[in-house]
């Protein structure tokens, strides 16, 4: 039977074994602080408002036409 590898990486035995899981889950820690810190600014929940309506977003006071750059 031969041996498995993810990435380069053994998963048949010894340290090489969770170095994937490992990786998987810095990645999706990362992920989780980025998307957090964008939803958390001002220019994440602008995002779908300007989607639903670019007028809306002008006569609240943000700049439509930024954000759509922006993104």
């Given at each position: 039977?031969a ?69």
């Amino acid at each position: 039977m031969a041996a498995h590898s993810v990435f380069g990486l053994s998963t048949s035995a010894g340290p090489g074994r969770y170095g994937a899981s490992s990786w998987a889950a810095l990645l999706a820690a990362a992920s989780a602080f980025a998307l957090d810190r964008y939803l958390r600014s001002r220019l994440g929940p602008l995002t779908p408002a300007v989607r639903d309506n670019e007028l809306r977003v002008e006569y609240m006071g943000a700049s439509a036409r930024n954000v759509v750059h922006l993104t």
